[in-house]
Nanobody, 122 residues
Framework: QVQLVESGGGLVQSGGSPRLSCAAS????????LGWFRQAPGKEREFVAA????????YYVDSLKGRFTISRDNAKNTVYLQMNSLKPEDTAVYYC???????????????WGQGTQVTVSS
């Protein structure tokens, strides 16, 4: 079992740069990838970014590459999502997920956080 707890969401002005955190606990993360997804109102959940915990390889959806950055703190078992130059269309619930890299990128992760709302005001 892996437990994931997100934090850092809220109301942000357009152009803002919040950072989301996802604290993981439970099983060792060395065989997992952790990642971020988001789901906007009325839309399907979409993959945002992932990091292979042991190798540190990074993966991004092309549309957000350059504005969003995923990183990790091994000592804290925490993965971060730095979001820059936010736009109203970035408004969504952001979820943290963990599983093998393949399953995670397909959105088939077994482990999910509860989600954190990010609302970008224009």
């Amino acid at each position: 079992q892996v437990q994931l707890v997100e934090s850092g969401g809220g109301l942000v002005q357009s152009g803002g740069s919040p950072r989301l955190s996802c604290a993981a606990s439970g099983r060792t993360l060395s065989t997992y990838a952790l990642g971020w997804f988001r789901q906007a109102p009325g839309k399907e959940r979409e993959f945002v970014a992932a990091i292979d915990w042991s190798r540190g390889d990074l993966y991004y959806v092309d549309s957000l590459k350059g504005r969003f950055t995923i990183s990790r703190d091994n000592a804290k078992n925490t993965v971060y999502l730095q979001m820059n130059s936010l736009k109203p269309e970035d408004t969504a619930v952001y979820y943290c997920a963990a599983d093998s890299l393949r399953k995670l990128r397909l959105g088939l992760s077994e482990y999910w956080g509860q989600g954190t709302q990010v609302t970008v005001s224009s």
